[in-house]
């Protein structure tokens, strides 16, 4: 492992694990978003509870906290592989930041940023398959599994097998962390 591929895992992971939606609710709110609606940091609970405006700035500052670091790694690694891991641990710092005693979002606007910079066609496929998903059930965490769950196949068309396998790996952590929303999905009780 270089050098430049370690720092870069370390500065990305610190950099993703920035909690936004709890800064910005703090800076323009006066809120703890933990403390309302699902209790997550991520713009879907943000967007409920505060609105659309902060909604939206913690969904663009998530995708930009995943792209920045994916950025710098194209520049200096100039490997798919190492680039797309560099990805994954922006989204391990949203989902277990540091700086919330590890707990974190659900990784879904982080890893929709990384798929832009790094497999752009297969990131406008997962959009808009939760587009469509959420225009017929009107659930925000069914349409992130669904349109999660197709990204390691149409990667593997876009790229290659080995940044497939990261994407897999990924997906595998957004999904992970939906299990609660699975479960209320499979009860029906899902919001």
Known sequence: MSLSFFLLLIFSYLLGAVPFGLLWGRVFADVDIREFGSGNIGATNMNRVLGRKLGAATLASDILKAIVPVGM???????DFQVACVG??????????IYLKFMGGKGV?????????????SALVALALWLLTYRFTKISS?????????????VFFEKSSDVALVVLVLCLLVVFRHRENIERLRQGKEK
């Open 109 to 121: 606007a982080s890893s929709f940023g990384i798929m832009l910079w790094i497999a752009p066609f």
């Open 88 to 97: 994954v641990a922006a989204v391990l710092g949203h989902c277990y930041p």
């Open 73 to 79: 790694a194209q520049l200096f690694l100039q490997n």
């Open 142 to 154: 069914l349409s992130a599994i669904i349109a999660t769950s197709c990204l390691p196949l149409v």
